[in-house]
Nanobody, 111 residues
Framework: QVRLVESGGGSVQPGGSLRLSCIASGIRYGANTMAWYRQDPGKERELVASITRSGESMYSDSVKDRFTISRDTAESTIWLEMNNLKPEDTAMYYC?????WGQGTQVTVSS
């Protein structure tokens, strides 16, 4: 059974930080490019960041220089380190390999 389980979301003030985790099981995790998406109600799902098997990463312009994606293939885990959070970062965050999706973890940024 394939599972992607996100955690680490929460509520923070603007300028704060959070670290999201995604643990993958039941898939050939190490062969996959993995990604984080986010979606706020009423908006389209947005690609936030992705990372290849070899560790090459890319970021959306809205999070570049604030977010960092990383992975530990041996632990089947990917992370999203989020710094200097802004209210517009508020959304449900999902990890995916574009075939399977997790259930998401909520991030809320407000004062």
């Amino acid at each position: 059974q394939v599972r992607l389980v996100e955690s680490g979301g929460g509520s923070v003030q603007p300028g704060g930080s959070l670290r999201l985790s995604c643990i993958a099981s039941g898939i050939r995790y190490g062969a996959n490019t993995m990604a984080w998406y986010r979606q706020d109600p009423g908006k389209e799902r947005e690609l936030v960041a992705s990372i290849t098997r070899s560790g090459e990463s890319m970021y959306s312009d809205s999070v570049k220089d604030r977010f960092t994606i990383s992975r530990d293939t041996a632990e089947s885990t990917i992370w999203l380190e989020m710094n200097n959070l802004k209210p517009e970062d508020t959304a449900m965050y999902y990890c995916t390999n574009w075939i399977y999706w997790g259930q998401g973890t909520q991030v809320t940024v407000s004062s």
